[in-house]
């Protein structure tokens, strides 16, 4: 079955690194759209980065611009999200997601499959 498994969550305090990680299996992530997306208590989730199944575009948050780094390795099937220069505000569960076809505007509607999600507290 279509399965996506995060990990590398955690504590980190203020101006330091994580790497989130999301193995995928059922399916290859070839040719599909991935996503990295955020939700903390009381708030709506919202697109991190993306890019698009189709020409391959990428799509940043304003909020992480700079900082955060979204990539795949189509041999181990993994999504990675390297995180940088980690601020408070980022402190969320963070969610891997792709989908077949889309995935240009990085909004939740657009993908299907999801993972767990992994919980990020950035705190001193």
């Known amino acids: 079955q279509v399965q996506l498994v995060e990990s590398g969550g955690g504590l980190v305090q203020p101006g330091g690194s994580l790497r989130l990680s999301c193995a995928a299996s059922?399916?290859?992530?070839?040719?599909?759209?991935i996503g990295w997306f955020r939700q903390a208590p009381g708030k709506e989730r919202e697109g991190v980065s993306c890019v698009s199944s189709a020409d391959g575009s990428t799509y940043y948050a304003d909020s992480v611009k700079g900082r955060f780094t979204i990539s795949r390795d189509n041999v181990k099937n993994t999504i990675y999200l390297q995180m940088n220069s980690l601020k408070p505000e980022d402190t969320a569960v963070y969610y891997c997601?792709?989908?077949?076809?889309?995935?240009?505007?990085?909004?939740?509607?657009?993908?299907?499959?999801w993972g767990q999600g992994t919980l990020v507290t950035v705190s001193s």
């Open positions: 997601a792709t989908t077949p076809r889309g995935g240009y505007y990085c909004t939740s509607r657009e993908y299907v499959y």
């Open positions: 059922g399916f290859a992530l070839d040719y599909y759209a």
